[in-house]
């Protein structure tokens, strides 16, 4: 059975691939699992620097696989919410290199990782809201990220915004037209810290993320719980299913 995430070591850099392209790297419970396991390894290998995020295809992430929305909603959360932990609390630097779609979920990942890289293929959009759900668990790693009014309008619009844009907002480091050069060019930077450097650097910078999984996680997985249970959930994703627009009540 292929894997669904792809794993390389080079140069004391691991390199973490979604290549999922059946269902465009949606959060699968599988993807989810491999992604997690291959963040753990690289926790453990002394050999590595830093991470890379990246993807095949021209999709980075869907977000949340919604041919799984018959399982239990309350665990595909949890499992979200302890990757996205994952790669906040990774004592080395995670890069996104991305230059694809990055819908819903995919955008949790983003807000994760400590530098991202946008090429020019990217778009970015939260479409939550149109399919009856909310961005709940994923502002845990977005909304540190994104200014207030970048936030009030992605979040509401639901709006497809490009790479530009998204450096504007502070959603992404860098938009590149040359993603993998601007990625060698930051990793080639980070080899220079020193393992403990660079991890105690990290904690600085993330403190205040974690601060608010443990403070926010639990009631935020109970409300996308609530959410994905609903009437308007069913709703949104059977039109997004059946590629129709949704009839919303009132």
Known sequence: MEPHVRTGVADGIATLTLDSPHNRNALSTRLVAELRQGLADAAADERIRAVVLTHTGGTFCAGADLTEAGTDPDQRTRELIELLRALVELPKPVVGRIDGHVRAGGMGLVGACDVVIAGPSCTFALTEARLGLAPAVISLTVLPRLTSRAASRYFLTGERFGPAEAEQAGLVTLAADDVD??????????????????????????????????????????????????????????????????????
């Open 181 to 250: 050069s601007a990625t060698s060019a930051v990793l080639a930077r980070l080899r220079k810290g020193s393992p403990r450097g660079l991890a105690e650097s990290k904690a600085l910078t993330t403190e205040s993320v974690l601060a608010g999984f443990d403070r926010s996680a639990d009631e935020l997985a109970a409300r996308s719980a609530r959410l994905f249970a609903g009437d308007e959930a069913r709703e949104g994703m059977m039109a997004f299913l059946q590629k129709r627009q949704p009839r919303w009540a009132g």
